[in-house]
């Protein structure tokens, strides 16, 4: 079992800035890929960013340029450095631990960014 705690979120402004970061505990070892995924109200979950094992990343045409994500392998954490963020922004966001067919996630973590 994988167990994910985010962290980071709040409110912003438009234009500013966050960090949100996932600490992975328990089978971590185990882990071949990571992500971040955000539900706004009323919406679908969708992928944000994703990270592999071997370090490719993925991120969403919407935030292509303004998100980076990243990871300390050592401190088995996942990070997810939003830019010029914008309202559309706003959703809870989730870390996601992929382990074969088996996905973990975290609690969520609100971001609001007001415009």
């Known amino acids: 079992q994988v167990q994910l705690v985010e962290s980071g979120g709040g409110l912003v402004q438009a234009g500013g800035s966050l960090r949100l970061s996932c600490a992975a505990s328990?089978?971590?070892?185990?882990?071949?890929?990571m992500g971040w995924y955000r539900q706004a109200s009323g919406k679908q979950r969708e992928l944000v960013a994703a990270?592999?094992?071997?370090?490719?990343?993925n991120y969403a045409d919407s935030v292509k340029g303004r998100f980076i994500i990243s990871r300390d392998n050592a401190k088995n954490t996942l990070y997810l450095q939003m830019n010029s963020l914008k309202p559309e922004d706003t959703a809870v966001y989730y870390c996601n631990a992929k382990r074969f067919s088996i996905n973990d996630w975290g609690q969520g973590t609100q971001v609001t960014v007001s415009s």
């Open positions: 328990g089978s971590t070892f185990s882990i071949t890929a």
């Open positions: 990270i592999s094992s071997g370090g490719s990343t």
